[in-house]
Every structure is written in structure tokens, then in C-alpha cells.
């Protein structure tokens, strides 16, 4: 049972496009959405997280926006750049941080010069 | 100003062997996290621990596998009598508690021949 549903499974964007990466939750218990970076032999890297009583937040080319009727939330990417291209996670949990992460299964973005 | 430390970095058992994975959390972190990823899939929890408790192990086999946080040292994530379908990357996640969130280590790759 995916508790937690990513798409697309792989992203292609030119340097200076948007990169929107789209993530679906089931568990309307679940009050934490973190977002995770992973580069190829590193352990994932917390990007940006967002609650349920806010649906927007943006730390500097990265914003989340939350739909909590939706069920849903996604991440952007303005401006990306090559050194972005890594596969990202979506994450949720429920007693905040505190609570274990089920993640989605990664979007694998390759952002081309 | 270190952060999470796993080791070791790459694991090889035969099956039937003992693997043990030991993870030093981020100085401060009195909570420590254990997931595992398989490939091109997300990082599925396994256990929660806090210093000589475990809090949460709803994630982990039934059998063969053990986890350890004691009072002094790292966590341990044992896993005995290893069968092929037990290799992955093992990761660990630490945090402060209190509602902070999660860092991870760059993981335990186990190869089971």
C-alpha cells in the first residue's frame, strides 16, 4: 500500500526552465511534507518542508505549494540549473518531523546546459 | 561539525552471515532513524530509536533483524543469516526531536553474494 504517490517517475528540463514535481498523500493524519535531494552515493538532503496550515512556501528557487482539500503538493524548481539534477523525494509523516517519513518512490530530474 | 556518520560506506556478505551497520548520529541527536532503499525505489522505514528505547519498529522484518541504540556508542542495525534479497542501501536519520526534522547519512551499501 503506496501511502505516498510521485510523479513524473523522470524529469527532463533545459537550464533556466521550471522543474514542477507532483506528489498525492492518502493519510489525512499525516501533518509533515518534507522534500528531499539525493545525489548518486549520498544519502537524501532535506530541501524544504511545508505544514498542513500553510499552502505555499518558498526558500530561495524552491517552493512548495500544499493543497490540503487536494490531498496533494508539489515542488518547484525556478531557474534550474544542471548542478540540480539529482533524483527528488517527497516525504510525509505524521506527528511532525518526529514521526517516521514514508516517501514516494523519486523523481529522477536531469536538467540539460 | 559532523554529521550523520555511517559505516561502513560498502558491506560484501555470503549468505547465511552476520551484517552489522552502525550509524553515529549528528552531535545532539538523541533520535535515530534506520530506512532502507532498494533500487530506483523510495526509502521505506524500518525502526526509531532513541538513546537504549526503541520507539517505533513497525518497519522491520519480523525476523533476523535487530536494532540497538545503547547509551554509549552508535546505533547498530544487525542483520543475521542474510539472504540476497536483503541487499540494499541501508540509511540512517538523525534529529534532535522536539518536532525538528530528520538528517541522514550517506548510507551502508550491502552486497550479499
Known amino acids: 500500500q503506496q501511502q505516498v504517490k510521485q510523479s513524473p517517475q523522470s524529469l527532463i528540463v533545459q537550464k533556466g526552465g521550471i522543474s514542477i514535481i507532483n506528489c498525492a498523500y492518502e493519510?489525512?493524519?499525516?501533518?509533515?511534507f518534507p522534500w528531499y535531494q539525493q545525489f548518486p552515493g549520498k544519502g537524501p538532503a532535506l530541501l524544504i518542508a511545508i505544514r498542513p496550515d500553510v499552502s505555499e512556501k518558498k526558500e530561495g528557487r524552491f517552493t512548495i505549494s500544499f493543497n490540503k482539500s487536494a490531498k496533494q503538493f508539489s515542488l518547484h524548481i525556478m531557474d534550474s540549473q544542471p548542478g540540480d539534477s539529482a533524483t527528488y523525494f517527497c516525504a510525509a509523516s505524521m506527528n511532525g518531523s518526529q514521526g517516521n517519513l514514508i516517501f514516494g518512490k523519486g523523481t529522477k530530474l536531469s536538467v540539460k546546459p | 561539525n559532523a554529521g550523520v556518520m555511517q559505516n561502513p560506506r560498502h558491506l560484501v556478505r555470503r549468505r547465511g552471515q552476520e551484517a552489522r551497520l552502525r550509524c553515529s548520529p549528528m552531535?545532539?541527536?538523541?533520535?535515530v532513524y534506520w530506512y532502507r532503499q532498494l533500487p530506483e525505489e523510495g526509502l521505506k522505514f524500518m525502526v526509531y530509536?532513541?538513546?537504549?528505547?526503541?520507539?517505533?519498529e513497525s518497519g522491520m522484518p519480523k525476523e533476523r533483524f535487530s536494532a540497538e541504540f545503547p547509551k554509549e556508542g552508535p546505533s547498530i542495525l544487525r542483520i543475521q543469516q542474510v539472504v540476497r534479497g536483503d541487499s540494499a542501501a541501508y540509511f540512517c536519520a538523525s534529529s534532535s526531536g522536539g518536532n525538528q526534522p530528520q538528517h541522514f547519512g550517506d548510507g551502508t551499501r550491502l552486497s550479499i553474494l
Open positions: 552531535k545532539g541527536h538523541s533520535h
Open positions: 530509536l532513541q538513546k537504549e528505547n526503541i520507539i517505533d
Open positions: 493519510n489525512t493524519a499525516f501533518d509533515y
